[in-house]
């Protein structure tokens, strides 16, 4: 049975990368405007789209819908419940600054709206029961998600888990070499298809490490070699390339895991924020104390 995507435009941009040219063509026309969806007959999508009648089924199948139909529903759901969202909204060369702000904000917000409706719970919890029982973490990302990664890590290391962020391949490879069962390395990569990411993590599950993949495309090749997969909905275009939606749904799903973790592990969790705040306070009090100026 073929479950109906949350967000349909989402769900097809996030699976864009892996189609068939023929039904990457289809995608763009839907992502450019879904009203040509929702106002067009299968016959009629056929010619707009210069593909057979065959070919726009095959496509809405591997999009994750039943078939055309479904696909024309869900899009006019999305319409009707939110219309302002499907409309184009890229930033163009010329856009005053106001537009700029607002389109960007917008899609930040979309980014975190995305991935929080898509976000599959038993996954997160089986993350989190995976991280609390490790012996270590190691977290692989490089450029936008390598500040993910360091982010991540820190968050671990702040409870009192044993975590290292690795963004240059060969440290990552490195320490990847090294993990073993009872381990977890977060990869973390928004096409999933980054070699620097992806190598370390394909060596992590080679040596029996528990993987689990932190991106965009759920079809990609990270996800394929993940045990766990968290999809994140962050767009980028050719104006932000390593956009802060991208960042933002990649952070939003290791907040999750962070909250998650703090519960699982309340007291020792609890116990190891007040020990690194009071270690904080100590330092800056000290370097008050002694005449060194803070940042």
């Known amino acids: 049975m073929t479950t109906e995507p949350a967000n349909p435009v989402a769900a097809v941009r996030a699976v864009l990368p892996s189609l068939t040219p023929a039904a990457q063509s289809i995608a763009r026309i839907i992502l450019a405007d879904p009203g040509v969806v929702v106002r067009s007959t299968i016959t009629e999508f056929s010619?707009?789209?210069?593909?057979?009648?065959?070919?726009?089924?095959?496509?809405?199948?591997?999009?994750?819908?039943?078939?055309?139909?479904?696909?024309?529903?869900?899009?006019?759901?999305?319409?009707?419940?939110?219309?302002?969202?499907?409309?184009?909204?890229?930033?163009?060369?010329?856009?005053?600054?106001?537009?700029?702000?607002?389109?960007?904000?917008?899609?930040?917000s979309e980014a975190l709206a995305d991935t929080a409706a898509q976000l599959d719970p038993v996954q997160v919890a089986d993350v989190v029961t995976a991280i609390s029982e490790a012996r270590r973490v190691d977290v692989y990302g490089v450029a936008a998600s390598g500040l993910v990664a360091t982010d991540m890590s820190h968050k671990l290391l702040r409870i009192g888990l044993s975590s290292h962020p690795f963004s240059d391949a060969h440290l990552a490879l490195t320490s990847a070499a090294l993990l073993r069962d009872g381990d977890v390395a977060v990869a973390i990569s928004t096409g999933g298809e980054t070699p620097d990411v992806l190598v370390p993590a394909r060596t992590a599950a080679e040596r029996g490490a528990l993987v689990v993949a932190i991106t965009n495309n759920p079809r990609s090749s990270l996800a394929a070699l993940a045990h766990h997969t968290l999809v994140s909905a962050g767009r980028e275009t050719a104006f932000r390339p390593g956009a802060l939606a991208s960042r933002i749904s990649q952070l939003l799903i290791v907040d999750c895991i962070f909250v998650g973790l703090a519960q699982r592990r309340y007291e020792t969790a609890d116990a190891a924020i007040r020990a690194t705040r009071q270690a904080i306070d100590s330092y800056h009090n000290r370097s008050a104390g002694d005449g060194i100026r803070q940042p």
């Open 47 to 108: 010619a707009v789209s210069g593909t057979s009648e065959a070919t726009v089924v095959r496509t809405a199948r591997a999009l994750g819908f039943t078939g055309y139909s479904q696909l024309r529903f869900a899009l006019a759901a999305a319409v009707a419940k939110a219309p302002e969202r499907l409309v184009p909204g890229d930033l163009g060369p010329d856009d005053p600054l106001t537009d700029v702000i607002a389109k960007v904000a917008r899609a930040e």
